[in-house]
Antibody
Framework: EVQLVESGGGAFQPGGSLRLSCEASGFTFNTYWMYWARQAPGKGLVWVSRIKTDGSSTSYADSVKGRFTISRDNAKSTLYLQMNSLRVEDTAVYYC???????????????????WGKGTTVTVSS | AIGMTQSPSSFSASTGDRVTITCRASQDISSYLAWYQQKPGTAPKLLIYTASTLQTGVPSRFSGSGSGTVFTLTISCLQSEDFATYYCQQYHSYPYIFGQGTTLEI
């Protein structure tokens, strides 16, 4: 069974740091791009970050750029999100997701999130 | 960034109804659009990708259509388990953007 299990959430103070983990199982982790998304309480979904299969390429939402770092350990089938300089507005459920792709022979690959973990809750408050 | 606008934001319906949710992109995203279903306290679930391709295991009462800037999700015969929030999301370019969601209520 394909599974993603996030951990590392909790209550943190503004300006603090934490690292989220996402352990993958049931699929060949090192062949998939991986993503983080988040959802603030009562709000919609927001894409946070993505990482290529070998970790050589990453992207971030403007709201977290320079503060968050996505990484992966393919030997451990684990995705990470290092979160620094936390803000109250970072309070959310954080989901990791696996991405599958469409291929266009003219423009390349396009990635959509097909499997999601159950999420881990991060609360930032003084 | 590409803006995504869903309508309606909420909708009351009954089991057996046919419902359609619309999603509009602020620029051409070809067919790179996904639809997700989310129930309270649970993770999003992929329903449709490439605008109209049903994810494995999703009931055939769900269907998607559209390309370019206007897309629709249709549920042909609402079941009790379909009452949830639905999100569209463009994956044509970064940053990925989700619509604001449409909540289907009984």
């Amino acid at each position: 069974e394909v599974q993603l299990v996030e951990s590392g959430g909790g209550a943190f103070q503004p300006g603090g740091s934490l690292r989220l983990s996402c352990e993958a199982s049931g699929f060949t982790f090192n062949t998939y791009w991986m993503y983080w998304a988040r959802q603030a309480p009562g709000k919609g979904l927001v894409w946070v970050s993505r990482i290529k299969t070998d970790g050589s390429s990453t992207s971030y939402a403007d709201s977290v750029k320079g503060r968050f770092t996505i990484s992966r350990d393919n030997a451990k089938s684990t995705l990470y999100l290092q979160m620094n300089s936390l803000r109250v507005e970072d309070t959310a459920v954080y989901y990791c997701a696996r991405a599958s792709s469409n291929y266009n022979f003219l423009t390349g690959y396009y990635y959509y999130m097909d499997v999601w973990g159950k999420g881990t809750t991060v609360t930032v408050s003084s | 960034a590409i803006g995504m606008t869903q309508s309606p934001s909420s909708f009351s319906a009954s089991t057996g109804d046919r419902v359609t949710i619309t999603c509009r992109a602020s620029q051409d995203i070809s067919s790179y659009l996904a639809w997700y279903q989310q129930k309270p306290g649970t993770a999003p679930k992929l329903l449709i990708y490439t605008a109209s391709t049903l994810q494995t295991g999703v009931p055939s009462r769900f269907s998607g259509s559209g390309s370019g800037t206007v897309f629709t999700l249709t549920i042909s015969c609402l079941q009790s388990e379909d009452f949830a929030t639905y999100y569209c999301q463009q994956y044509h370019s970064y940053p990925y953007i989700f619509g604001q969601g449409t909540t289907l209520e009984i």
